[in-house]
């Protein structure tokens, strides 16, 4: 009599748990779930592809994944993309895929990266990034602080491009106390023509930015180095790799880094968050000194700055 008892008690007991499982199942299926759409301009391309994977690990949620260097979208295929698809929020990695969402998604927010200068794009309500240009005034601090006798620093821009960068940096320069000496290439200039008018302002190093008007190929690098290395000017570069060919500091943006940044800002535009800042610039950096070079030309530097370098070529 007693073990029958203890039977109908463990019966009802699993007939409880299991009202319990499916009521909290229920209420799970009943909570709506954001849904995302990642619009990837080209995942081959590692500074596209690895936002995309750090965005996805960071966020913990499934996410809708385009890439369109897959095949020719059609404003149609765009169109029909969207709406079958309602997201919540879209993520655009590169200037195409923001672009191509900007038209099409009306008030859905849209959080972009990987994007050069995106101050020359159009920009409304509801649109957040993360910016692929370090601030300025951070990287002439590093320049500073790392070669402390360094005070003119030339610098090829362009209007379409880098305007809108060049005069942030003008300023932010004056209150670090250092002189920018900026040469903007117009249409047709020869790169060859405009750098010489440039170094023949005695600037004591060259910044190479990224600017597509300045370096559309290997050769106009080439051109950069051979002139700034004939007269010893040392040359900051955003890009590590530039190192291997006689740049003297670069100081990159860290990519892994733009893609949880992202997923951070998608998160707080979900939750209706109170955004200061709308673009972020990167919150991490990659630095790396070519002392071999900064020895050749006998640069001044401050040994004490070298543990804040994360590479060091000797």
Same mark, same amino acid.
């Given at each position: 009599?007693l073990?029958?008892r203890?039977?109908v008690?463990? $019966?009802? @007991?699993?007939c409880l %748990? #299991?009202?319990l499982?499916?009521?909290?199942h229920l209420?799970?299926?009943e909570? !709506?779930?954001k849904? %995302?759409?990642?619009?990837?301009?080209?995942a081959?391309?590692?500074? *596209?592809r690895i !936002?995309q994977?750090?965005?996805?690990q960071?966020? +913990?949620?499934?996410? =809708?994944?385009v890439?369109?260097?897959?095949r020719? /979208?059609?404003?149609h295929?765009?169109?029909?993309?969207?709406y079958d698809?309602? !997201?919540d929020?879209?993520?655009c %990695? #590169?200037?195409r895929a923001?672009?191509?969402? *900007?038209? *099409?998604? +009306?008030?859905?927010? =849209?959080?972009?990266s990987s994007i050069?200068n995106?101050?020359?794009?159009? %920009?409304?309500?509801r649109? *957040? #990034?993360?910016?692929n240009e370090?601030?300025? +005034?951070?990287?002439m601090m590093?320049f500073r602080?790392?070669?402390?006798?360094?005070?003119k620093?030339?610098v090829?821009?362009?209007?379409?491009?880098?305007?809108?960068w060049?005069q942030?940096a003008?300023?932010?320069?004056?209150e670090? +106390?250092l &002189?920018i000496i900026g040469h903007r290439i117009?249409k047709?200039?020869p790169?060859?023509?405009?750098?010489?008018?440039?170094l023949?302002?005695?600037?004591d190093a060259? /910044?190479?930015?990224?600017?597509?008007a300045?370096?559309?190929n290997?050769?106009?690098l080439h051109?950069?180095?051979?002139r700034?290395?004939?007269?010893?000017?040392?040359?900051f570069?955003?890009?590590e790799?530039? &190192?291997?060919?006689?740049v003297?500091?670069?100081?990159?943006?860290? &990519?892994?880094?733009? #893609?949880r940044?992202?997923?951070?800002?998608?998160?707080s535009v979900?939750?209706?968050?109170?955004?200061?800042?709308?673009?972020?610039? !990167?919150?991490?950096?990659?630095?790396? @000194?070519?002392l071999?070079?900064?020895?050749?030309?006998?640069?001044h530097?401050?040994?004490d700055a070298?543990?804040?370098?994360? &590479? $060091?070529l000797e």
């Amino acid at each position: 009599m007693l073990k029958r008892r203890y039977l109908v008690y463990e $019966i009802l @007991l699993c007939c409880l %748990i #299991g009202a319990l499982y499916r009521s909290a199942h229920l209420a799970y299926a009943e909570t !709506p779930q954001k849904k %995302i759409l990642v619009l990837n301009s080209d995942a081959s391309v590692e500074k *596209y592809r690895i !936002p995309q994977e750090e965005f996805q690990q960071s966020l +913990g949620m499934p996410v =809708i994944l385009v890439d369109l260097a897959e095949r020719k /979208w059609t404003v149609h295929d765009l169109e029909e993309l969207f709406y079958d698809e309602s !997201p919540d929020l879209v993520y655009c %990695i #590169g200037t195409r895929a923001y672009l191509m969402a *900007y038209k *099409y998604v +009306g008030k859905t927010p =849209i959080v972009f990266s990987s994007i050069l200068n995106w101050l020359r794009l159009p %920009i409304t309500n509801r649109r *957040y #990034g993360v910016s692929n240009e370090l601030h300025a +005034g951070m990287e002439m601090m590093l320049f500073r602080h790392i070669f402390p006798e360094i005070s003119k620093i030339g610098v090829l821009y362009s209007q379409k491009y880098t305007e809108e960068w060049f005069q942030a940096a003008n300023e932010q320069a004056q209150e670090l +106390g250092l &002189t920018i000496i900026g040469h903007r290439i117009e249409k047709k200039e020869p790169l060859d023509v405009a750098l010489t008018q440039l170094l023949e302002k005695k600037v004591d190093a060259f /910044w190479l930015i990224p600017d597509p008007a300045v370096i559309s190929n290997s050769n106009d690098l080439h051109v950069i180095l051979e002139r700034c290395d004939t007269q010893k000017i040392p040359v900051f570069s955003y890009n590590e790799a530039f &190192t291997q060919y006689g740049v003297v500091l670069s100081i990159s943006v860290d &990519t892994p880094t733009i #893609g949880r940044q992202a997923a951070a800002l998608a998160t707080s535009v979900l939750a209706k968050e109170d955004l200061t800042e709308l673009v972020q610039f !990167p919150a991490g950096s990659y630095i790396t @000194l070519n002392l071999k070079k900064v020895k050749e030309y006998h640069l001044h530097y401050n040994e004490d700055a070298l543990g804040s370098v994360n &590479t $060091i070529l000797e």
